[in-house]
């Protein structure tokens, strides 16, 4: 059975850090890209960043360039996202994916159940 999980998530005051985690099982994990997005009320789900399986490709939406990073472990099964300098605007559930390197959430085939990110003072 597919599955993965998101943790990390929480308040954090605008500037701020925010360590994401998502572990997937290993099935699910081996050979597939891993992806975040994000979804804030009342807009669509939004592309974050994506890493290949190898992690050596790495592509990032505009509006988190310099300050998010994202970073893979395949020997835990784990895939990080490196929050720093958090806005206001980056409030939203976050939802690691599985799939196909991409920025678009049709690339990927597995998705968790999200973690909210709350960024304010």
């Known amino acids: 059975q597919v599955h993965l999980v998101e943790s990390g998530g929480g308040l954090v005051q605008p500037g701020g850090s925010l360590r994401l985690s998502c572990a997937a099982s290993a099935r699910t994990f081996s050979g597939y890209a891993m992806g975040w997005f994000r979804q804030a009320p009342g807009k669509e789900r939004e592309f974050v960043t994506t890493?290949?399986?190898?992690?050596?490709?790495?592509n990032y939406a505009d509006s988190v360039k310099g300050r998010f990073t994202i970073s893979r472990d395949n020997a835990k099964n784990t895939a990080y996202l490196q929050m720093n300098s958090l806005k206001s605007e980056d409030t939203a559930v976050y939802y690691c994916?599985?799939?196909?390197?991409?920025?678009?959430?049709?690339?990927?085939?597995?998705w968790g159940q999200g973690t909210q990110v709350t960024v304010s003072s």
């Open positions: 890493i290949s399986w190898k992690g050596s490709i790495t």
């Open positions: 994916a599985v799939g196909r390197f991409g920025d678009r959430p049709s690339a990927y085939d597995y």
